[in-house]
């Protein structure tokens, strides 16, 4: 029996030191191949049979990664939801909220100890655009959407691919970017309209004081509104809104045909609502 364990041993490492794949994605590292055999054969036969053949970092010598859960995420939230935001060292602890919910997205060993991150990695993404993003300060709200972009087009899994695999985090990604981008089209569109009914107001009050020969002051002329943290969000800063096409364009082209249907009908409606493409409007930022 212990001469069959010794052969299939003797297997499995001419195979993780072979496979090219494997050569390609983690190099010279035989800690995720170890781990592998110690998985099948137990760590001490791993152990002993990797011996002289290679250098490893043995599991128990390596802190472990936390395994993070989605009731972590919702405790900060809670927490990011509860400080104090009127003091320097409330809104140092919310920063550091959006920095560890993000990282939790992104680091892949912390991923790498849960079979269901990718409910953790959707419960951060819903969270950064829905809670957060609607109780966050300006800087605070531009710092989650740019973790949310890193989770989308930087993420790195242990197979050496970038970007978010998992569809359903997809979906909770074109959700949430979609429900900002129609609030902040909707109040474009809403501006777009004042502006031409205050423009018209205007006109009017013009043509009544040339009447009256009388050049007055324009009652209706709009007032240049100053951004400061506590403003209201919409409409949103170019840049900002610029990144977001640029998520839910991205989503236009998914391997996963749910989300790529998904994105392409919130585009659709949001054009038409519009009357004009979202393609162009990006060119013009």
């Excluded at 760590?43 to 989605?70: D, H, M, T, W, Y």
């Excluded at 400080?83 to 909220?97: A, D, F, P, W």
């Excluded at 749910?258 to 013009?284: Q, V």
């Amino acid at each position: 029996m212990r001469s069959i364990k010794k052969l299939f041993l003797f297997l499995t490492y001419v195979w993780l030191r072979l496979d090219p794949i494997l050569r390609i994605t983690f190099g010279r590292n035989w800690l995720p191949r170890y781990e592998f055999m110690a998985s099948i054969f137990g760590e001490k036969a791993s152990e002993e049979f990797l011996q002289g053949r290679v250098e490893i970092v043995k599991a128990r010598e390596k802190e472990k990664a936390a395994c993070i859960l989605p009731s972590d995420v919702d405790k900060q939230v809670s927490l990011f939801l509860k400080v104090n935001l009127n003091t320097k060292k409330g809104r140092q602890e919310r920063t550091e909220i959006i920095g560890i919910l993000t990282n939790w997205a992104l680091d892949p060993d912390i991923n790498a100890q849960n079979i269901d991150s990718h409910k953790t990695r959707s419960n951060i993404v819903n969270s950064l655009l829905g809670s957060i993003f609607q109780n966050s300060l300006i800087d605070e709200m531009e710092l989650s959407l740019t973790g949310l972009k890193k989770i989308v087009f930087s993420r790195v899994t242990y197979l050496g691919s970038k970007g978010e695999p998992s569809p359903i985090v997809h979906d909770a990604i074109i959700s949430g970017v979609g429900r900002i981008l129609r609030t902040h089209f909707d109040e474009v569109a809403r501006l777009r309209e004042e502006k031409l009914e205050e423009l018209t107001k205007i006109k009017l009050i013009k043509e009544i004081k040339k009447d009256d020969q009388n050049t007055g002051s324009l009652a209706f002329s709009g007032s240049t509104k100053h951004r400061n943290q506590y403003c209201n969000k919409f409409p949103l800063p170019t840049e900002t809104t610029k990144m977001l096409l640029d998520i839910l364009m991205h989503y236009q082209y998914s391997a996963w045909p749910e989300s790529r249907n998904t994105a392409i009908k919130l585009i659709d409606i949001m054009e038409k609502r519009l009357g004009f493409k979202l393609k162009d409007s990006i060119k013009d930022y």
